[in-house]
């Protein structure tokens, strides 16, 4: 006599053994709701690299213009010389010079200019910073649900069979995997981002009070 249920169960498992774990394979095997969680890691992940690309398009020109605050030029110089690339620093000099105020009032001026010039420079990238400190949270939260989900499957079928748990596992600790994956790269953008950009903010604070005493 055959034991057709036990036969069933054998094929399934071996089925199941057989699968294939590559990203692509536990992403259409997860649980609805684990789904979504990666397509809004992978969303995430995709804008932050996006905004990385934009940033640097913004940034990289300006590395000219920081290397001559390093070369002890007298002022009158390096007027000349960053009024030639169109830039935040161009932009202040040009303030200066179009300006009649002296004293407090062209203080001021300067002061507005320079968080002018920086605040689009800052746009979006707070981003990052969250992106780095959520995501792994987020693809926890994936992971847990799909361990959930195994533990009932379990319960239900009542096959504790290591090939019968292990793909719902893997297929729950793959979001986790995701959500590092998408969290480091957008720390590490966050933080270089942030330093180049507070290094460009000094710069432009120094050459305000230069050409604040200059003109005063």
């Known amino acids: 006599m055959i034991d057709t249920k036990a036969g069933k169960v054998l094929v399934k498992g071996e089925a199941i053994a057989q699968k294939t774990f590559g990203m692509w394979d536990l992403f259409w095997g997860a649980d609805p709701f684990v789904k979504t969680i990666m397509l809004l890691l992978v969303g995430a992940s995709v804008f932050s690299w996006a905004l990385l690309f934009s940033k640097v398009k913004v940034l990289w020109p ?12 007298p002022l009158s110089v390096l007027m000349s010389e960053l009024k030639k690339v169109s830039s935040p620093f161009s932009n202040l000099i040009k303030t200066v010079e179009q300006s009649k105020e002296k004293g407090t009032a062209l203080e001021a001026l300067l002061n507005l200019t320079v968080q002018r010039e920086i605040k689009p420079l800052e746009q979006h990238i707070d981003f990052l910073a969250t992106l780095s400190s ?6 926890l939260l ?7 989900n195994s533990f009932q499957s379990i319960a239900v079928s009542q096959n504790t069979s290591l090939d019968v748990v292990a793909p719902g596992i893997a297929e729950a600790l ?9 969290a480091i790269p957008a720390g590490i953008m966050y933080n270089r981002l942030s330093a180049y950009i507070n290094q460009v903010g000094t710069m432009m604070d120094i050459l305000a009070d230069q050409l604040s005493v200059k003109k005063g």
């Open 62 to 73: 300006l590395r000219k213009s920081l290397h001559l605050f390093n070369e002890n030029l």
């Open 142 to 148: 994936g992971t847990v649900w799909g361990i959930m």
């Open 174 to 182: 793959a979001a986790t995997a995701l959500g590092l994956i998408v």
């Open 134 to 139: 959520s995501a792994p949270f987020v693809g």
